[in-house]
Nanobody, 124 residues
Framework: QVQLEESGGGLVQVGGSLRLSCKAS????????IGWFRQAPGKEREFVAA????????GYADAAKGRFTISRDNPKNTMVLEMNSLKPEDTAVYYC?????????????????WGQGTQVTVSA
């Protein structure tokens, strides 16, 4: 099993920045790709960004491109999502997710492990 623990959510004003972290523990060798999904009230969960642990290959949703940056610190088993120029529509619960495999799929069902989520609220 892989355990994922998110941190860094909170309340920020429009145009502000937040840094989300996800620390993996347990059988971390099984988490070869790790990323973020988000779910806003009344909406379906959607892919945000992901990165492969070994190659550092990244994938972003269109809504995240140019504003969000995903990175990883392999020795610390930690992945970070830097979010800039935040908008009210970025308000959601953000979930860290991981999977075994080199690809970066965008469907939540392709991920095997999930964190509890962290709330991000962007106020106008």
């Amino acid at each position: 099993q892989v355990q994922l623990e998110e941190s860094g959510g909170g309340l920020v004003q429009v145009g502000g920045s937040l840094r989300l972290s996800c620390k993996a523990s347990g059988r971390t060798f099984s988490a070869t790709t790790i990323g973020w999904f988000r779910q806003a009230p009344g909406k379906e969960r959607e892919f945000v960004a992901a990165i492969s642990w070994s190659a550092g290959t990244t994938g972003y949703a269109d809504a995240a491109k140019g504003r969000f940056t995903i990175s990883r610190d392999n020795p610390k088993n930690t992945m970070v999502l830097e979010m800039n120029s935040l908008k009210p529509e970025d308000t959601a619960v953000y979930y860290c997710a991981a999977r075994t495999g080199a690809l970066i799929p965008r469907r939540g069902s392709d991920y095997d492990y999930w964190g509890q989520g962290t709330q991000v609220t962007v106020s106008a």
